[in-house]
């Protein structure tokens, strides 16, 4: 008996070809273009090492050979030949230490630094040449990182779990440590290295006062001596009451000499067994961490003890800024500024100070932190938040490109027009000797690292600002899509326009025109915009979205908490008036009422019932743009990217229906009839939230 | 210049073709012996089905094409050949409904079941046939499952962690879900029915009331419909309040009609979204969990509701057992047996009573549990823990088929000599319609499924005696070992050495000669044998050791705590003279003096040192075993386990020393010279077990 047959789908797409994400943007696949892989494969026929041989330099031709043998398909080997050779050279022609000089000059290509970073740096962009299609013929890209500390911030914790982590448990498995070495730790210091990631700090700013023991300092040497072949530092999160908790100390006091001496010793341990040791991240005096105002000191008192026990090694502190007192007083957007604005000055050589970029706390939108150029006398560092905490988790696709930029670009008008936020971090405006910026992984155990295979591109966009703050997020977008999807160029325009609005989307189904902090108490995924009762006031979502009979927003105006006066005149003065300042930022910082008609022709209901919609209408338009480009795309990725759409389409419905039923009760006005009606109602919506908030 | 050039062996073995554990036993690496190769590529051309097109028979299909594929390496077609096709066929002469028929006929490979089930399980056993090179020129296997309910539970929380898991996070995304299918759910399902496994739970006994909701329900049918096409039944562990949480009730009283009425129509709801749906695992009134005694009912009265509510959908109640009073008078060890025994025959027919393998909690070794023998008007089911909660984490290469085995092959005499644990399980001995057995699942998001490679036998061995509990630990060790590692007969048998011997060595290093419950509190991996305060009692390491300057061990006969005496007679005379008692047992029932002569010649004092030192020296030979066998395994592979032993050994060492130091305390006499000083002192030991158990 005859039998057709049809194995289904989901069945088919597990062959052995499909993709499951681990490759990241590394992909290396064979090259689909005939004309261009004979090109390239005309050119590129051996490795040529004039270098020393050190560790960097090894991995640097590892990857040239793994790549290359993917992407041209055949062996790339070690040799002396003189033509079609990639040259490794030593050249003090390129002055910054990290930068590179990638040429062809018609028999030869030349990857040239004074460093073997430089090297394998150049190794990665001559790869992504090849990767993104780019031709070769007259190369001549000189190019070198503006932020001297590139550093991820690992917020993962001793028993495997990730604070804000979405993409499973933690990489570093610290029970088999020192002595299993998981490949995944090399594949993870091998994208870092690809992107220009120079330094990472392993473990969560809540920090476990185990990393500074002994026993602990020898399984974080052992990450370390993976890291160091790739060029990349380790740093550690370290609890400031680590003498009393490792050592029996009654105090932590950081003016008391035998606490001062206690950290000496113990940089002195550390520096022993990890020679190139980055440094410490300190969250202190923040949301229940200790710190020195527990001993009336100050943050730049308890920097300066950590600071002075390793500048002899050449370590730095990276000091948090992100505190707002339990005690409430003021308006928490002036927190952090209020405790560090007056200690400009104070912090010793080798102390940066992290900013988060907005006042608050990474939400979808914020205006810039009001500390990037009021800190003259002290070089800021940037802390961006790669992990999605508010932006839908791993579910929602959402590209942060933009929102980096966003934040990059801004204009402090510190030092007049033109000091924007990535001259404060670069060091330029200030002319400070080390600068740095630290994004928050997404990554963790999922198989394809990040827990939404397109938001690898966060990681990505992330590493590719921190070495150039100028780069565009499209042209970012671009690169991390023919890398790692298609090489397609209409296919590309179309994942890139997704990519490019799917951050504005986020923005207005979740907190349109300067609405923020009304997520769900716990599941900062959801919809929580009634939520009046927390821990603390701030905490809810009332006092931040301040809705009345009367209308919408906080008012950080004079007439209001007065927080707007911290910034600069020139952005006073744009953002003071509600009829001038962009729409973006309105009801961040004025009380708006319902039926103040806005710049767009809408009053300020119908534009809210808009932008709520239009964001679930973009996300209909990216479902259609991804299947336009299903042909395109690997078959798996292609379907669990088509999955996720749906979830986040639904998601974005649930804030919708949860913000504008919600706002309704104080609006007391209809959603416009052009818009679909909802069949749920307040009670369901809130039940909702509360199973994904039940036990 | 010319360079010499090495890359390291680190970068060497991360080449695509390294193994990273991903495929489990399901490898499908082409057949290397050629002879062999060559044999079953002869006889094995096409496929051909003369089953109805079932979801079921499509898995057994693709799976057999995958395999095949990859084994032979070549294409099997479906086709109507009659002459080389492994044909799948109905056949009424297959009695069990899961059971199936596998021959060679001189021209085709007959694949015969009365179900589709039975063809996919038979499927497997062809691909396991040829994966371990048996012959099949004179196949003719007839088999069938002993136990008809085989099934993991899953302790996966909500947020995505896991209670007792060491291998990453949870595999169930409950973000995503339902609209996302992660490819690794299909795996799951397929690692599953190629050993047997029929039903999953897929979430924590410790229940969230949430996966009752109709929005969870939807996620745990979209897993449903995937493990349906693998012949796995789905179960959820629920919140015996669940009432409470999810529709405001006032009670859950299991009397209480209203409280009846939800669940009942709570299973209409279920089974409207998963029509197969298998039923319910509940932990009700242990630890904190609320249950029926908090309305003053019995387990029954709130089993026998559920089971009533699931009846008329053929849904079962899997009842667990392991309970034990906060307020303990009696000892911990016959808690269970004092509360279920009396129930027995107040259960309804579609209830399991679900027992842990023995009286306390999942030890490196425990005697088998009284419940077993002792309730024979109840159908008890076999609760086994596949991840190392005791015995090591993920860390340690412990083969539990030998565990399974010995308490699987425990005599009971319950109705004579005979009367093996096995037989209760199976529902032979008390001829029980409904049998079943559970494992607590090792698995998690790592890529190895089960943070150590070596470790997914234990899934595997599980999975094997719950189809048929007569096969032996070795036979199960060296399928996984040939389908695994390697086919080459002089590693295999080192390997199995290694397995065989493991878990002894476990109980060697940790808890010998019966010891138990002395790990540390919060860090089960580790030692803490001076454990002497905790939130109970029954939850300190004295409670279970009661060393003391006469002596050690626990006495448990009729002059201690008398729970010697609620075994069978034969049982209680064969273990209740502490010369007679199998070593093994020794100190979990007997309180023995420090210079009591064993039958080994040795004092205990002596015998105790042997022990601990027998356990070092049994993982430096695994260390040397696997060194032995390095070129039959692949690269990556065998790097990770040989470090996996590294830090065994460290491990072990520190339990070794931590016992004895503090053993050494009561016995007051030298460890006999001929083992190697520890340069360790008790405070180093302690304080290293404060690190490990440090926020």
Chains 1, 2 share one sequence.
């Not at 979405?166 to 290295?193: E, F, T």
């Not at 002899?312 to 339990?326: D, E, L, N, S, T």
């Not at 932190?369 to 070089?379: C, D, Q, R, V």
């Not at 964001?615 to 669990?640: L, M, N, R």
Request: proline share 4%; aromatic share 12%.
């Amino acid at each position: 008996m005859r039998f057709l047959f049809s194995i289904s789908f989901l069945l088919s797409i597990i062959s052995l070809s499909a993709d499951d994400g681990y490759r990241l943007w590394l992909k290396y696949d064979k090259i689909s273009n005939a004309t261009a892989l004979k090109n390239y494969s005309k050119k590129i026929k051996s490795i040529q090492i004039t270098y020393d041989n050190t560790d960097i330099i090894q991995s640097a031709v590892h990857e040239l050979q793994v790549g290359l043998q993917g992407l041209l398909s055949k062996e790339i080997p070690i040799a002396s030949a003189n033509h079609g050779a990639i040259i490794l050279e030593k050249s003090p022609k390129v002055i910054n230490n990290e930068g590179y000089w990638l040429t062809f000059d018609g028999k030869n290509i030349h990857i040239q630094s004074s460093s073997d970073k430089g090297i394998l740096y150049g190794s990665f962009a001559l790869l992504r040449t090849i990767q993104t299609l780019q031709p070769i013929e007259n190369m001549d890209i000189t190019d070198a990182p503006k932020i001297a500390i590139r550093m991820l911030n690992h917020w993962d914790n001793v028993n495997g779990t990730i604070e804000r982590g979405y993409a499973g448990s933690s990489l570093w498995d610290w029970y088999d440590l020192p002595d299993v070495i998981d490949s995944r730790y090399i594949d993870y210091a091998r994208a870092n290295a690809s992107i220009g990631i120079n330094g990472t700090s392993v473990n969560n700013v809540n920090a476990s006062a185990r990393f500074l023991s002994q026993e602990y300092l020898k399984k974080v040497a052992a990450l370390a001596n993976v890291f160091r072949k790739y060029g990349i530092k380790t740093y550690l999160s370290v609890r400031f009451t680590s003498p009393i908790y490792l050592s029996g100390f009654k105090t932590a006091d950081p003016l008391d000499p035998e606490v001062r001496q206690w950290w000496k010793n113990k940089a002195t341990e550390i520096y022993a067994l990890i020679p190139d040791f980055g440094g410490f991240v300190v969250k202190a005096n923040s949301e229940g961490e200790p710190g020195p105002q527990d001993y009336h000191r100050t943050h730049a008192d308890g920097a300066n003890m950590l600071a002075e026990a390793l500048a002899p090694y050449g370590g730095i502190v990276m000091w948090r800024a992100f505190v707002y007192k339990a005690d409430l007083k003021n308006d928490r957007a002036t927190e952090s500024y209020t405790e560090f604005k007056p200690l400009d000055g104070q912090f010793n050589e080798n102390v940066l100070v992290q900013v988060k970029n907005g006042p608050i706390d990474f939400q979808p939108r914020e205006p810039f932190h009001p500390l990037f150029g009021a800190m003259p006398k002290t070089p800021l560092m940037m802390e961006f938040q790669i992990t999605q905490e508010y932006l839908g988790f791993a579910t929602h696709w959402v590209y942060l490109g933009t929102l980096f930029k966003e934040v990059l670009e801004a204009d402090t008008y510190a030092q007049g027009k033109g000091s924007t936020v990535s001259k404060v971090i670069d060091g330029t405006l200030d002319h400070h000797q080390i600068s740095g910026i630290a994004g928050v992984a997404n990554t963790g155990s999922d198989r394809n690292w990040t827990g939404h295979t397109a938001n690898q591109a966060n990681w990505y966009s992330f590493g590719r600002l921190a070495w150039n703050p100028e780069m565009s997020a499209s042209e970012i977008a671009k690169e991390w899509i023919r890398m790692t999807l298609t090489n397609d160029q209409n296919a590309v325009n179309k994942i890139n326009d997704i990519m490019m609005n799917s951050r504005e989307a986020c923005v207005n189904y979740m907190t349109p025109i300067g609405l923020h902090h009304i997520m769900g108490e716990g599941i900062h995924f959801g919809p929580q915009p009634w939520l009046e009762k927390s821990g603390r006031m701030d905490w809810t979502a009332i006092y931040y979205h301040r809705a009345d009979s009367a209308g919408l927003g906080f008012n950080r105006t004079s007439s209001g908490t007065g927080a707007l006066n911290i910034y600069a005149p020139e952005v006073i003065a744009a953002w003071n008036d509600p009829d001038k300042i962009p729409l973006q930022y309105l009801l961040w910082f004025h009380h708006v009422d319902w039926n103040h008609r806005l710049s767009t022709g809408n009053t300020l209901w119908e534009e809210l019932c808009k932008r709520y919609h239009d964001g679930i209408k973009q996300v209909d338009g990216f479902i259609d743009e991804w299947q336009s480009v299903k042909s395109f795309i690997d078959a798996e990725t292609f379907y669990y990217i088509e999955n996720k759409l749906k979830r986040q389409r639904w998601e974005a419905e649930w804030w919708k229906d949860a913000c504008l039923l919600y706002f309704q009760t104080y609006s007391r006005m209809e959603i416009p009839s052009q818009y679909p009606k909802t069949n749920r109602s307040m009670d369901e919506l809130k039940d909702l939230v509360k199973l994904y908030q039940m036990r």
